[in-house]
């Protein structure tokens, strides 16, 4: 899922780790350092879900000191390493180790400038314990204090809604259970079921979070929706070679004024803010937020089975796909892609290739109409954006609409 930066999130339940025995713990290192490799090159935020850890499913401390010395050559954040150092070790013999582990892993934060810490902007802990809480406190005055102000603790699962969109993430029912059981405590009886009151209708101005064709009804007949087509223009004329074009965040409360004033009616002039990268968040954010993926739920099958065709034949399957869109998905897709693909050519100012485009536009384009995507469909999902930007000319040099 997405925060409301429009940060792609990465969450680590503990109650998914099986019994230590059962675990391949090499495979878990590789798993996460994979993990980290995809998203952490642009802007990134972690959700540490803490219930569910427990004796058995505790890695040991052997394999935790490999771990970090793992994370130590290569990855500079050492966010996964340190949550398992403060969070897995069960007696008191292991604690006083960890104090002296985590005492050193906490101080490297204070002096590396790399990728993986700089990129991480928020770490949320759910649920945590007493003990997490302590050491914190304890070694807070190593940590710079930059990197403590992206530590959040939630007690509660509804606190998330605040910072990022609840809905995409992929909670288990036994961290949903836990957190019911925790409300009840606190209140002493069980929550009572929250009625969802019926949405309200959009306003005859709004821009976010209603379809093209009520856009298109709304704007006389326009096929391009006004918000798409003034950060693409504004973009054009000033951000092309902006580095890590899209890849940035930028204050949140910025991006909610914004999209107000959109959906309000009223003009939004980007120069005013004086920051490239909040017209690019305002884009990503309006295709994430359309009650239907730009290329459609009824397209996401064919496109997950663009792996298993052939490289040579991948350019025409695309196209295929393309092909079935409904018009105005098309001709907005087209004006989108068109200028991904400028962006593109500009790489070697921004270092924004088709590749690194398509990590972060393949979920805004495209997501399953139920639940989120899974992990497994991250590959074919950019892989087909990646050929969308890179073969544009080729793609989209065959259908016409009127009105286009």
Partial sequence: ?????????????????????????????????????????????????????????????KWLQTAYKEFDRKYVSKIFGLLFLLCNVSNFHERSISFLIAGRLLSLFCHFKFLYKKNLKALYVVHPTNFIKILWNIFKPLISHKFGKKVTY????????????????????????????????????????????????PLPTQQFGVSLQYLRDKNKGELIPPVLKQTVSYLKRKGLRVEGLFRRSA???????????????KSVNF?????????AIILKTFLRELPEPLLTFECYD??????????????????????GLPEH???????????????????????MTGSNLACVFGLNLIWPSQGTASWSALVPLNLFTELLIDFYLNIFNSRTVPGE
Avoid at 164 to 185: A, C, F, M, S, T
Avoid at 271 to 279: A, E, K, L, R
Avoid at 302 to 323: A, D, F, N, P
């Fill in 1 to 61: 899922g997405d925060d409301n930066s429009g940060r792609k999130v990465i969450t680590f339940s503990c109650c998914r780790m099986p019994p230590s025995h059962q675990l391949n713990h090499t495979r878990l290192l590789e798993y996460l350092k994979y993990t980290l490799d995809q998203y952490v090159e642009s802007d990134y935020t972690v959700v540490y879900f803490h219930y569910g850890l427990k004796s058995q499913n505790k890695p040991s401390l």
């Fill in 271 to 279: 120069d005013d803010y004086d920051d490239i990268h909040i017209p």
């Fill in 154 to 201: 939630l007690n509660y699962l509804s606190d998330l809604r605040e910072h990022l969109k609840y809905d995409q993430l992929n909670i288990p029912q036994e961290v949903i259970r836990h957190d019911e059981n925790l409300r009840g405590k606190q209140k002493g009886k069980l929550p009572p079921v929250v009625k969802i009151p019926p949405p309200r209708p």
């Fill in 329 to 351: 998905n098309y001709v907005v897709l087209k004006y989108l892609i068109c200028f991904l693909h400028m962006v593109s050519q500009e790489s070697i100012y921004n270092r």
């Fill in 251 to 265: 204050s949140i409360q910025t991006i909610k004024d914004v999209q107000k004033l959109y959906n309000q009616g």
């Fill in 302 to 323: 064919h496109i997950l089975g663009i792996t298993s065709v052939e490289s040579s034949l991948r350019v025409t399957r695309c196209k295929q796909i393309i092909q």
